[in-house]
């Protein structure tokens, strides 16, 4: 390749490159690229030291959204027994296992009988959202929504069905949904509360036998008023948490109030000597748990479903939780000296017939009472088919 400028090398030069290039001059080939560095005329190029890469930018991380915080529902809940009360500490775990369970996002206050409306207003409180939830025995609304009440699983219906026999009923028997139609005009039913038998009463002498009750001052609710009324009592209606003044003063004789873990603390084996078994006039009972509708409607669905899933569970494990809490509550009633009388089986066969009679006569008079009566009925004689498999002797007595 031509070189340019051209090189013009000295006579010397010439001669030496000459030897170089001839064949046998015992110079190396490499000689004259050793001497390259000989050709004048040409400045050699520094060469260009590369340019660093350029390290990449790292990219920005991303900024997460700032999450909306959940919205938190908080609600008042009203139960109709005391603070100590078996049944009232069954609804207070619920409580917590719901806020809980939902993160927080569904926080409700817990408050027993009367601390924001007086016990027999809770419903209309419930409908006019002065309270978003409550669980009430239905006979505080007798004067409300009429006898059909005695149905709806409060305490005081002689010979009726046990507490596990109205869950039955309200679970597997259809009753949940005539529930919610009895009380749609005032909020909306999201189960029960499980209350428990009560012992037959409290009192100065036994009450074996319907004479005993005639001139008596007795306190009792619902269809049992009405029987013991029969029988010649005079019946007066008390709340319980009065029960002890008003014996003390003399206002009643005897009365019956519930269950032996419900009443032992409100201390009645102080001031009356007898308590009687089996409570025929209240066999079991459930208090119904009813929420607001705006209070209902205002719940995500993931919420409503909670709370409703706490609920059934609660009716299942409550039982358990209050039978295990009465039957402390009988042996310490033993332990105290309380003398315990049995109700006469031919007594017992009266009351349940008086009250058959009756249930039969407002079935006679009321749509709806007639209605729900053969409802329970139906369901009531089949679930009864099981009677007699479980064994009456057991090695544990």
Not at 315 to 321: A, I, R, S, T, V
Request: charged share 20%.
């Amino acid at each position: 390749m031509a070189t340019w400028p051209p090189v013009v090398l000295s006579a010397k030069e010439e001669e030496n490159e000459q030897a170089i290039t001839a064949p046998g001059s015992g110079k190396p080939h490499g000689a004259r690229h050793a001497g390259a560095g000989l050709c004048t005329g040409v400045t050699p190029t520094t060469p260009t030291t590369p340019t660093t890469p350029t390290t990449p930018t790292t990219p920005t991380t991303p900024t997460t959204p700032t999450q909306p915080a959940a919205k938190v529902y908080k609600y008042v809940w009203q139960d109709i027994s005391p603070s100590g009360a078996a049944i009232y500490i069954v609804l207070q775990q619920l409580v917590d296992r719901v806020r809980v369970a939902s993160g927080g996002r569904l926080d409700i206050t817990l408050y027993p009988e009367g601390a924001i409306t007086p016990r027999d207003e809770s419903t209309p409180a419930i409908r006019d959202g002065g309270i978003d939830i409550a669980s009430n025995a239905a006979a505080m609304d007798l004067n409300r929504l009429g006898p059909v009440m005695y149905l709806m699983g409060g305490s005081g219906l002689p010979a009726g069905p046990s507490t596990a026999d109205l869950i039955a009923w309200v679970r597997q028997g259809g009753g949940l949904e005539v529930m919610r139609d009895v009380y749609k005009d005032w909020g909306f039913i999201l189960g029960a509360d499980p209350g428990a038998p009560e012992v037959f009463g409290y009192a100065k002498k036994p009450l074996t036998k319907a004479s005993d009750f005639k001139g008596l001052k007795y306190r009792t609710l619902g269809l049992w008023g009405e029987i013991v009324a029969d029988y010649g009592a005079s019946v007066v209606q008390i709340p319980g948490g009065e029960l002890y003044q008003a014996v003390e003063r003399g206002v009643i004789d005897a009365f019956e109030l519930g269950p032996p873990s419900y009443n032992w603390p409100l201390g009645f084996q102080e001031i009356l000597d007898y308590m009687g078994v089996p409570g025929i006039q209240s066999p079991g009972y459930f208090n119904v748990i009813m929420i607001n509708h705006k209070s209902w409607n205002a719940l995500p669905a993931d919420l409503q479903a909670l709370l409703e899933d706490e609920i059934q569970a609660m009716e299942y494990y409550g039982q358990l939780q209050t039978k295990k809490a009465d039957a402390e509550a009988m042996a310490k009633y033993k332990a105290y000296g309380t003398k315990i009388f049995v109700v006469e089986d031919a007594f017992q066969q009266d009351i349940a017939a008086r009250s058959k009679a009756k249930m039969e006569k407002y079935a006679a008079a009321d749509t709806q009472f007639n209605r729900v009566f053969v409802h329970q009925t139906e369901f009531f004689r089949t679930w009864h088919a099981l009677a007699g498999i479980e064994p009456a002797y057991t090695i544990f007595d």
